[in-house]
């Protein structure tokens, strides 16, 4: 249909097209999510989409819907540099949007989302388009929505412990992989956030969390061979594991809160996330570590008496 069609439909109130069936429409607008027209995708394709999911016009078409939107994370998958980035970017949005429907309304199978969760994982680890923003079509922000699509799943009920920690090392695999792009749209924030979301369960102990951190901080300690450099330092990944670590603390020591339109938000994001003293202390100490000549060591405060 024409862009002047979709504009008609968001006229009425975002209603569902009446003169054509909910299957004909979906199908075309998850295909217009990969359109270089920000106007198509950003403006039309993806309110309209969301805006049915909230509403609830989907919920007994939803596992339908999340599989009909996994092709389009394979769609180009090894590219760098060219259009096919925002088809799978916004299919990574997309469907952060439809494990959120289910994180509010429980309505499918832990074989389902926990499926989806393995064709989100190798999709982001694998992706290689780091760019955020394009000029002739706006946003990709692969790295930034497969964030916000991890964070989705860190809120299902369907991960548990031995899930959460997948998806923690998922992110460590994403910021550390080699790659040419610096970050600079916020994807180190979004990244944080989701690892924040992570936290917030409460089902990862520093056991398991100091060691992801002593990883992430040893792609950031500059590589020496008799005293100087062999390559140019930081490189774009070390550049990246240090705004993101940066950011991570940021998150810890002012708190996070959580969407207001995700009503389960509210509890989850309550109180701090368990052992948040010591997590802080532990980012730190990677930090640190990346210039050992600027900052003061870390200094723990002795009981009284000793």
Do not use: C, K
């Amino acid at each position: 249909m024409s862009e002047a069609y979709w504009q008609a439909v968001m006229q009425t109130g975002r209603r569902v097209p009446i003169d054509r069936s909910l299957d004909e429409s979906t199908v075309e607008l998850i295909e217009m999510l990969g359109h270089p027209n920000p106007r198509l995708r950003e403006d039309l394709a993806y309110p309209l989409l969301t805006t049915w999911l909230a509403e609830g016009v989907y919920d007994d078409l939803l596992t339908g819907l999340g599989d009909g939107v996994l092709p389009g994370l394979r769609y180009g998958l090894g590219h760098d540099g060219d259009v096919s980035v925002i088809r799978r970017s916004y299919s990574a949005l997309l469907l952060a949007e439809v494990v959120g429907r289910d994180n509010q309304a429980h309505l499918l199978a832990s074989e389902t989302v926990l499926g989806w969760g393995d064709h989100a994982t190798s999709w982001y680890v694998r992706e290689q388009d780091h760019r955020g923003w394009l000029p002739e079509q706006g946003w990709a922000h692969a790295i930034a929505h497969g964030a916000d699509l991890l964070g989705a799943l860190a809120r299902s009920r369907h991960f548990g412990r031995l899930e959460l920690t997948v998806l923690l090392d998922v992110i460590a695999d994403r910021v550390l992989q080699p790659t040419s792009h610096i970050w600079r749209h916020g994807e180190d924030d979004r990244l944080a956030y989701a690892v924040m979301t992570l936290l917030h369960r409460n089902s990862l102990d520093p056991a398991i969390v100091e060691p992801w951190l002593a990883r992430l901080g040893d792609g950031i300690r500059p590589p020496r061979v008799r005293g100087h450099f062999d390559t140019e330092w930081p490189s774009p990944p070390a550049s990246n594991t240090s705004a993101f670590l940066r950011a991570l603390h940021l998150q810890l020591a002012l708190g996070v809160q959580g969407r207001a339109d995700l009503t389960g938000d509210a509890e989850l994001f309550a109180e701090q996330p368990a052992h948040r003293a010591d997590l802080l202390l532990a980012v730190l100490d990677q930090i640190r570590a990346e210039s050992p000549w600027l900052y003061r060591p870390t200094t723990r405060a002795q009981p009284v008496g000793e």
